[in-house]
């Protein structure tokens, strides 16, 4: 049966109905093809689909329609050609760098990115040849001035975590592609509900589709978007490699595209809240959230962003002891690293996802001992107030 036509259809309408093909059994929603093959009508039809003269599914480390439907899903909605998953965040992001990238070639990357994806650039994939130079986010000059005659890929996230620095993407794109580089940006912050790096010249859009595209904490996987010519070195990686996202979790991430929405207009809204009144807190030394005036980068998140996302951080006066004192006063906000959930969370980066930076690194990248970072959920935000005063409020 007939897919529709992603370009004809609006954001909202994208994400509950692009990719989906209906079963002669005419199932409403989508099903999960629990088939890890498939089996051809002869052998003339099987070495057809081996050669590729034929479409069609061999074998599920390949393709699988579960797969397909959130592939194509989520690229309808960052308005990208092609879509691989991937069995995690981190996967799509090796997937990106080994199916596009060869020994001897640079990247040029945020410092303030993902603690494992700073892992993975330092410690992995130099073993491979990949080297990588780290730059500050929003020093373009630094960008520029790092990149060499054999750097290819250029690598961000904005918002940043946990300080939610802004980067123009625009600007990036250009520095990028005037010196024959691909852009990648991790959408994971915001999702293509709330930012588009495509349309402001990104190359390759990556998500760990486990924060917001789940949105409920189930499960693991991830997804690099991009140009049908790039996507399909991916996918050879990928397809050889094997990293590749189960049906399962597929159809939790499709049906999570369904919400995203609407789920990420309910974040911004609570985290705004959140943040507002964090700012009138006499124990709070700073907050950090774009959707603030005092956000140095509050017009620029405007522009480039249709909402401000569901991260906030924030300083409580008195360094570690008064910030763990905040995190273990909590009853509602779980403590834990992940965001992106319904439920809201809690982080003292310092000590959980950035203690292997040395003190002077921390310093440099702004994670002092007093950081606390919340992913606001959909609790009502007085008890969410509530919850923290307490912590906030030394007796
Ligand atoms: C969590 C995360 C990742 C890694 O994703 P996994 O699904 O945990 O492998 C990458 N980038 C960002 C921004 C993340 O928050």
């Given at each position: 049966m007939s897919k529709i036509d992603p370009t004809k259809y609006g954001p909202n309408t994208r994400a509950v109905r692009a990719g989906q093909v209906r079963s002669a059994e005419g199932e409403h929603s989508e099903l999960i093809f629990a088939s890890s093959s498939y089996v051809f009508q002869n052998a003339a039809e099987a070495a057809a689909r081996f050669k590729g003269d034929l479409p069609g599914n061999i074998y599920s480390r390949f393709t699988n329609p579960t797969v397909r439907t959130f592939e194509e899903r989520l690229a309808a909605l960052e308005g990208g050609e092609r879509c691989v998953a991937t069995s995690s965040g981190m996967s799509a992001i090796l997937s990106t760098c080994l199916g596009l990238l060869k020994g001897g070639d640079h990247i040029v990357s945020s410092r303030s990115i993902f603690g494992t994806t700073v892992g993975l650039f330092n410690n992995i994939l130099p073993k491979f040849g990949l080297t990588t130079t780290f730059v500050d986010l929003t020093d373009y000059a630094a960008w520029e001035a790092a990149i060499r005659p054999e750097t290819k890929l250029l690598f961000l996230e904005t918002p940043s975590n946990p300080l939610t620095e802004i980067a123009d993407i625009r600007k990036l794109a250009d520095i990028a592609h005037a010196h024959d580089c691909l852009l990648a940006v991790d959408n994971c912050f915001c999702t293509p509900a709330l930012q588009l790096p495509f349309s402001l010249g990104a190359d390759i859009v990556i998500h760990s589709a486990t924060k917001y595209i789940d949105g409920q904490g189930r499960c693991v996987g991830g997804a690099v978007i991009g140009d049908e010519k790039r996507l399909e070195d991916v996918f050879v990686f990928l397809r050889t490699a094997g990293p590749t996202l189960s049906p399962f979790n597929a159809w939790v991430f499709l049906k999570g595209l369904e919400t995203l929405n609407i789920r990420m207009k309910k974040h911004c809204e609570n985290a705004q809240q959140i943040a507002e009144w964090l700012e009138q807190q006499?124990?709070?030394?700073k907050v950090y959230y774009p959707g603030l005036k005092s956000h140095p980068q509050h017009a620029l998140a405007g522009r480039q962003q249709s909402g401000y996302g569901g991260v906030v951080s924030f300083i409580v006066k008195g360094g570690q002891e008064a910030a763990w004192r905040v995190v273990d006063s909590t009853q509602l906000f779980s403590i834990t690293a992940n965001l992106g959930d319904t439920k809201s969370t809690i982080t003292h980066p310092a000590t959980t996802t950035h203690h292997r930076l040395t003190d002077e690194q921390r310093l440099e990248s702004g994670i002092s001992p007093g950081l606390l970072r919340l992913s606001v959920g959909f609790e009502d935000v007085e008890d969410l107030q509530e919850d923290l005063r307490y912590g906030l409020n030394p007796r």
């Open positions: 006499p124990h709070v030394e």
